[in-house]
T-cell receptor, first 114, second 112 residues
Framework: DTEVTQTPKHLVMGMTNKKSLKCEQHMGHRAMYWYKQKAKKPPELMFVYSYEKLSINESVPSRFSPECPNSSLLNLHLHALQPEDSALYLC?????????????FGQGTRLTVV | QKEVEQNSGPLSVPEGAIASLNCTYSDRGSQSFFWYRQYSGKSPELIMFIYSNGDKEDGRFTAQLNKASQYVSLLIRDSQPSDSATYLCAVKPTGGSEKLVFGKGTKLTVNP
């Protein structure tokens, strides 16, 4: 089983709203990632959690707030977003301690900020 | 800056032909290399990974790695229209980081 589950699949939110994206995996992976992808561009790394601790923050604006409640779950809290934040948000997971291990992506959340 | 370069394409091949996708990377110490396939509007799907110099085959897909030349490629034999997608090369650089560096992707079209 190489499944990473993301909810919701689609989200439309206003600039004053607060919403959360959720990601879950049951592969025993201890590294989890948030990526942002705009149309016709490659995925752009936002955050990495390793063993439930934030290990990489790619200078993401504070209106994006990640949370890792346990080794299987990853959330991305959204607040006061801008229309340019509209994108496909991807969660991924992998084993962190084996340098060669591959990352598996969820199906993504298509976010539209209006 | 650790970079991964791919020809953006588009690459167009006839059905049944071999499609060849290329990728170069700047971090000489990189150890792990991945190919993802992404259909329009969908998330990336891992199709191949390679860690050692040489070839790795999986069905119609062959990944080739040449660390001396800092070059990794993906060959798709007997290309099918369903292979039409964007192919992303990703590299895990040195330094013990979990970060994956992606190329910009090559758009492949297989014509029936």
């Amino acid at each position: 089983d190489t499944e990473v589950t993301q909810t919701p699949k689609h989200l439309v939110m206003g600039m004053t709203n607060k919403k959360s994206l959720k990601c879950e995996q049951h592969m025993g992976h201890r590294a989890m990632y948030w990526y942002k992808q705009k149309a016709k561009k490659p995925p752009e790394l936002m955050f990495v959690y390793s063993y439930e601790k934030l290990s990489i923050n790619e200078s993401v604006p504070s209106r994006f707030s990640p949370e890792c409640p346990n080794s299987s779950l990853l959330n991305l809290h959204l607040h006061a977003l801008q229309p340019e934040d509209s994108a496909l948000y991807l969660c991924a997971s992998s084993h962190p301690i084996r340098s060669g291990t591959e990352a598996f992506f969820g199906q993504g959340t298509r976010l539209t900020v209006v | 800056q650790k970079e991964v370069e791919q020809n953006s394409g588009p690459l167009s091949v006839p059905e049944g032909a071999i499609a060849s996708l290329n990728c170069t990377y700047s971090d000489r110490g990189s150890q792990s290399f991945f190919w993802y396939r992404q259909y329009s509007g969908k998330s990336p799907e891992l199709i191949m990974f390679i860690y050692s110099n040489g070839d790795k085959e999986d069905g119609r897909f062959t990944a080739q790695l040449n660390k001396a030349s800092q070059y990794v490629s993906l060959l798709i034999r007997d290309s099918q229209p369903s292979d039409s997608a964007t192919y992303l090369c990703a590299v895990k650089p040195t330094g013990g980081s979990e970060k994956l560096v992606f190329g910009k992707g090559t758009k492949l079209t297989v014509n029936p």
